[in-house]
């Protein structure tokens, strides 16, 4: 499958989700809400499934790890302490003829993104033609036309995150204008100043419009773990080093709304903040970067669909910060951040709320904040990944093609469709007994209508990993036949088995074990 800035698969994933029952627009029968999704009834197990995986990766595999669910709703001092008052903004930039409106460092990392296209495709041109002795990276270090593509490439980000880091927003509309970028819907290149748009949702909660307060809804989970810190580690004992995982909605008022369900405007993280001695956070750091990257790879969506960006500049209170990327439709893209905050948070906490956040170590008989170690993804995201990458185009072996939704077994919707092969002579009777012995273990879904050639295909198409048909030999021998989505191929069960069977393909205790 053609994945890179494929422009058709993205557009195939957006039609798929929608047709089978995943993903809708929210509230589309008003023409929709920008940046806001429902999930179907594919898409809401899909998306359970994923969170489960994460969550028992979590709390059930690690001693130390506890999970808690907090209130999108905070005191708003919290989020002056955590730093979103004041600084969780976008620049953003109008453009005066077309009234739309942009992130200012977007349209210039679309403009590199444009030009490393452009180098690409000369690169790619020429080891065409070259053959197989072709040194792409020779090539691009030593042809001009390259080259000035790759400079165009680079350069203007290394600008602009220096502009930005100098609160230079002046400088970023020069930049902007220098390079001549132009509104992508209309061309015109008529801009207004660049601003700061700060993302938070504002709301209000009170009986009368005098006496309300305001607060934010929040921005990020990871907050509702910190101000509990105390409260968990004490309540539960908890020794450092110790984490707190937390999943549940999140909301930003995003301004770039594009690539489907990957920036929305409400959306779900999945977090966890690990505690731990000063000193020792580069340490874990390494330990759950690799963790992390461990999970993903189990899902087997192969591995050279994932790598780490490690950050270069950082938020002034990380000393460690990487990103793990996935290749997504439209190129590699964070799916998941791994940080190391130090001490910043709880501390912040501490001066705003003036409680102590401390744990007393009892080995070195002192009190101090505990540094900390974040992973955080996001829910949609992660269900973005997995389910582009699972969508496939094959070629068939006797000739014809097939669309075929290759979920991961432990996450797709429905487990196994129990088929009989006709809708008489017994067989549908026997099929409802089969869905009533597997039904307490997993998702299996009925079907008896059309020809099984066609429910096979529907399945495939829906990501269901089994079909499991009951033929009139199934009254003789007491056996079905299992079909793989993936390899096509069929296989005589027997039915005294068959739970079993599918239990050790589609359970997530099997899957959490190739962690
Ligand atoms: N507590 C740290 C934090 O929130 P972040 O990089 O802003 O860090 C973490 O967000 C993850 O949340 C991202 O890696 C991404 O997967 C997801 N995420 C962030 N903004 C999102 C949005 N607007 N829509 C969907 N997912 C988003």
Redesign the pocket.
């Known amino acids: 499958m053609a994945k890179n800035n494929d422009q058709d698969q993205f557009k195939k994933v957006l039609s798929h989700a929608k047709e089978y029952g995943y993903v809708f627009q929210s509230s589309e029968i008003y023409d929709g809400l920008s940046a806001v999704y429902d999930y179907g009834q594919n898409g809401v197990e899909l998306k359970k499934n994923i969170r489960e995986y994460w969550w028992q990766a979590m709390t059930q595999l690690n001693q130390d790890i506890v999970g808690i669910d907090t209130a999108i709703f905070m005191h708003p001092t919290v989020w002056k302490a955590s730093g979103h008052v004041d600084a969780f903004n976008d620049p953003l930039i109008d453009n005066k003829d077309s009234k739309k409106r942009y992130r200012a460092d977007v349209l210039v990392e679309d403009y590199c993104e444009k030009h490393l296209q452009k180098a690409n495709k000369e690169i790619a041109k020429a080891a065409k033609r070259f053959g197989e002795d072709f040194d792409a990276k020779m090539y691009a270090e030593t042809n001009p036309r390259v080259m000035g593509y790759m400079k165009k490439a680079t350069e203007p980000t290394a600008r602009l995150a220096q502009l930005l880091e100098a609160e230079d927003l002046e400088g970023v509309k020069a930049l902007i204008e220098e390079l001549e970028i132009a509104d992508p819907d209309t061309g015109s290149k008529n801009w207004t100043d660049v601003r700061q748009f700060n993302l938070m949702f504002g709301t209000k909660i009170g009986a009368s419009a005098d006496t309300a307060t305001d607060l934010f809804l929040r921005p990020?989970t990871?907050q509702g773990i910190f101000v509990n810190f105390l409260n968990v580690q004490k309540s539960g004992r908890m020794k450092i080093p110790f984490g707190i995982a937390q999943t549940g909605k999140a909301f930003?008022n995003?301004i770039v709304a594009r690539q489907f369900i990957?920036?929305?405007r409400e959306?779900e993280?999945m977090?966890m903040q690990y505690f731990v001695k000063p000193g020792t956070e580069l340490k874990w750091f390494e330990i759950w970067k690799e963790k992390r990257m461990a999970w993903h790879r189990s899902l087997g969506m192969g591995d050279e669909n994932y790598r780490f960006h490690d950050h270069e500049k950082m938020a002034h209170y990380a000393n460690a910060a990487t990103d793990i990327e996935f290749d997504f439709p439209f190129g590699f893209k964070?799916?998941?951040?791994i940080h190391s905050r130090t001490d910043f948070d709880l501390k912040a906490h501490e001066e705003h709320s003036g409680k102590k956040l401390q744990f007393f170590d009892h080995e070195d008989n002192k009190s101090y904040v505990p540094y900390v170690l974040?992973t955080?993804?996001?829910l949609?995201?992660m269900f973005l990944a997995v389910f582009s990458n699972s969508l496939v185009d094959e070629k068939l072996d006797g000739g014809g093609e097939r669309t075929v939704l290759k979920l991961p077994a432990v996450l797709a919707p429905v487990k196994a469709a129990i088929l009989p092969l006709l809708k008489k002579d017994g067989l549908p009777e026997i099929a409802n007994e089969i869905v009533d012995e597997l039904k307490w273990s997993m998702n299996v879904a009925y079907e008896e209508k059309d020809s099984i050639g066609k429910r096979y295909a529907r399945h495939d198409l829906n990501g269901t990993p089994y079909c499991v048909t009951i033929d009139h030999d199934t009254k003789e021998d007491h056996a079905v036949t299992v079909r793989d989505r993936d390899t096509m191929t069929q296989e005589r069960v027997a039915i005294k088995d068959l739970k079993s069977y599918l239990e050790s393909r589609v359970s997530m205790s099997e899957w959490l074990r190739k962690i």
């Not at 964070?334 to 951040?337: A, R, S, T, Y």
């Open positions: 990020e990871a930003r995003e990957f920036r929305q959306f993280q977090e964070e799916l998941e951040g974040e955080s993804i996001g949609d995201r």
